[in-house]
């Protein structure tokens, strides 16, 4: 007979796997056409108007490597500090987002870059912020897992 708390260790470890390999895709597919085009990027958060000038390009360059890390940390042992990296951008990008809807700016997502064909009709809305919402609990998952060895 196991016991409960074993038990709901191991359900967590086989959970913790996929939530890796889903937020690690969602964080590839966000950097890369950031990466590809920083230009775009920029502008893209330059409409969101919540960092000075001089800082957006600074932020259109820092925060896709910041993605690419995470992701890449959560597909090895540092998967717990790409967790954790990737939970913090996402607390700042959910309350960026946050701040636009309650300001009432319209302005594109950004969040899978400048040239994402269906950004310019999908404006910021509280499905961005469930959509956020729901990758942090990705996150928290990870964070819940195992310390050790993989287990999947």
């Not at 960092?51 to 940390?73: H, K, Q």
């Amino acid at each position: 007979m196991s016991s409960e708390p074993g038990r709901r260790q191991r359900l967590l470890a086989r959970a913790a796997w996929p939530a890796r390999l889903v937020l690690a895709g969602v964080f590839l597919a966000a950097a890369a056409p950031k990466l590809a085009d920083p230009a775009g990027f920029a502008a893209a958060i330059a409409n969101y108007r919540a960092f000075p000038d001089a800082l957006v390009n600074l932020v259109a360059t820092i925060v896709p490597a910041l993605e690419l890390v995470g992701a890449m940390a959560l597909l090895s042992p540092w998967r717990r500090g790409g967790a954790l990296l990737l939970g913090a951008l996402l607390l700042g990008f959910t309350a960026l987002l946050a701040v636009s809807l309650a300001r009432g700016i319209d302005t594109a997502c950004g969040c899978f870059g400048a040239g994402d064909p269906g950004d310019a009709a999908d404006p910021v809305r509280p499905l961005h912020l469930l959509r956020n919402v729901g990758l942090l609990a990705l996150a928290a998952l990870v964070l819940a897992g195992p310390r050790g060895p993989d287990v999947r």
